[in-house]
């Protein structure tokens, strides 16, 4: 009888392996797996190569980058996971990575610490009873740590496993409707050489026809008064405050702007558009044209205001004098320019500081003094600089190796009667903003790839506090493309992964942060909620403060992070953010509920350093939320955000 029952058991047993189906992981939607840099890859390294790992290439498996997760909602039905993990034969020699397989909040797999070089290790587990099974892989973000999942399967019975994720997110508008009387936004402040071209149009908003006037205006200088564009030569080196009053049929309103005329530039963050790194050299002047309208008609009134062409401009060769020739698709740079600055906009494009072509461009290093010529010829006014791929060979460790493109762009670029912002890129490499405002930039990446995750937001934004005191007027940490809205460009555009409390986050904290808020979504296609997110003119007037100050971060237990900024009103911002449930190790790096509620984070005046009565106002809703005395309450959504402004009262 004994016999029979075991009989019975291993043929049971046999059956349900006979009978399961199989889900390999390169069969999902990579952009639901969570990657560090970048996007996980079907088939490829996070790098874009072909999976290989120790030398030995595969077929099948999905290229990620830390950190890197995904979760499946199996139910109780799936078999068995297995998978061979490795880090790829393009990554870092220096990196390491682990990688993790985790059942309803428990470690089943480990790999242990991984470098390039290393074997694939197996993992072979049962996931009998398992209700959720969720893959990581931990690792150092800062290094191109490529991690891959190899022949990565769950053998399942009846019920197919599904990408877990929290209830899909709506939509939700903060900022009030745009009123219908006239209001003069920000920047308010801009700097300028003397003697080069001027160009400002005022930030309005309100019921059109809008009426602009201005008093005061620096000999040089004219306004139009129907598009409120001001132009002309910039004057002697000074201190200018010129009164501004923009009328409609709802009344009129009155703002003081100031033009500093002297050495610097770019004294409040650039606000703008670049186009997406998916529309390659396809990208077309008509194209940039159709952007450009949009930019103009929806968001220059709230002081979105330059247009950057990142590829396509350029010919992949130089002409016999050596300089850089317009390509068929922008084949006239200086009317393209003259169209921008008709609308108020400015022009800017991304070249690359190498010697000969880097993918296909022709590099600037050699060549900066005739590059910088023709851009000023093209009316061109900001510049990103970034080292090609290749040039990191510079080595991340010779900073001062890496330092010398950059001076020599920097000379080039002042030499020229035109203020050109001049923005740097070292892809992450050389810690930039310790030393950029030495070779001249007024902008610096801080980071490298832009990526819609919420991985991102933490590498690019909250890990980045180190460098948060380097910024003041005209000297601004980048902190990366705002990726909001819509990203990717033609059949590559999708809806940006990040929830709409993400991307409040994300706003709030590149504001507090004042970092240059530059977007890369289509601006043709810009929905309710990414409009509404792009123009609240109380956020955006924290980014674009003139006093410059520094946000500082006051406190950071890994469950919540509060930032303070002080402003020139004598005002303080408070930023609160509610960035992971609390919890160690592995299973902390994810959500095992359905639903987080959210957080109620209290902020003691001894942690600002204030005593007294302030004035409490919620800067996303535009509404006063009374006075507080001692300490200040808000409720903060799980990966979202609070923008609170205290205003001194009694003081």
Known sequence: MKRFSLIMILCCGLT??????????????????ESGRGESRTGF?????????????????????????IMFLVQGKAVRFTALAGVDDAADSLAEVEFFVLADQKIIWKSGPMKKGDTARKADVSLDGVHKLALLVNGN???MAYADWLEARIDYNELKPVVHRLRTQRPYLMTPPEAKES???????????????????????????????????????????VSGIISGTTPPPGRYSVELKVLNKHGETAATLTIVSGDKIALTPPMGWISPPESGP????????????????????????????????????????????????FPDMEAWSENLHGLGLKSGILAKAAEGNCKAKPGSAGFEKKDAETWRKWGIDLLLYELCDAATALSRDEVLKMKQPFYIMRDALQNQPRDIVYGINTLGFGRAWEWAESVGAQMWRTEGEMSDSWQY??????????????????????????PLGKTGYGSKQRNTRLTPNEQYACMTLWSILASPLIMAGDLTALDEFT???????????????????????????????????DMADGSKVLALFYRKPPGEG??????????????????????????????????????????AHEFVIAEVPWHGAAMLKLTPLNQ
């Open 16 to 33: 349900a392996w006979l009978s399961a189906q199989t889900l390999w992981l390169d069969e999902i939607q990579t952009n639901l797996m």
């Open 45 to 69: 390294s996070a790098a874009g190569f072909p999976l290989k790992v120790a030398g030995q290439t595969f077929k099948r498996g999905v290229g990620t980058h830390p950190v890197s997760r």
């Open 141 to 143: 973000p800062e290094r």
């Open 183 to 225: 209001a003069i936004n920000h920047p308010r402040i801009i700097g300028s050489r003397p003697g080069n071209p001027f160009l400002f149009a005022i930030p309005a908003t309100g019921e059109k026809p809008l009426q602009y006037e201005a008093s005061e205006l620096p000999e040089g200088l004219k306004l139009d008064p």
């Open 282 to 329: 396809g990208f077309t002047s008509a194209q940039a044209g159709l952007a450009a309208r949009s930019m103009a008609e929806k968001l220059r009134g709230h002081g979105w205001s330059y247009l950057i062409i990142r590829d396509g401009w350029q010919m992949p060769g130089r002409d016999a004098g050596g300089r850089l020739l317009p390509s068929e698709a």
């Open 457 to 482: 937001i933490l590498r690019n934004g909250f890990s980045r506090h180190p460098s948060a005191a380097y910024i003041k007027p005209g000297a601004w940490n980048d902190h990366g493309v705002l």
């Open 531 to 565: 409009l509404n997110l792009l123009t609240n003119d109380e956020v955006i007037g924290v980014n674009q403060d003139p006093r410059g100050a520094p946000a500082r971060r006051i406190s950071a237990d890994g469950e919540d992070e509060i930032w303070v900024r």
């Open 586 to 627: 592995p299973a902390a790096e994810f959500i095992w509920e359905d639903e987080i509620r959210p957080k109620l984070i209290r902020v003691n005046w001894a942690r600002l350093g204030i005593t007294g009565t302030w004035l409490v106002r919620d800067l996303w809703i535009q509404k006063d939320a009374g006075q």
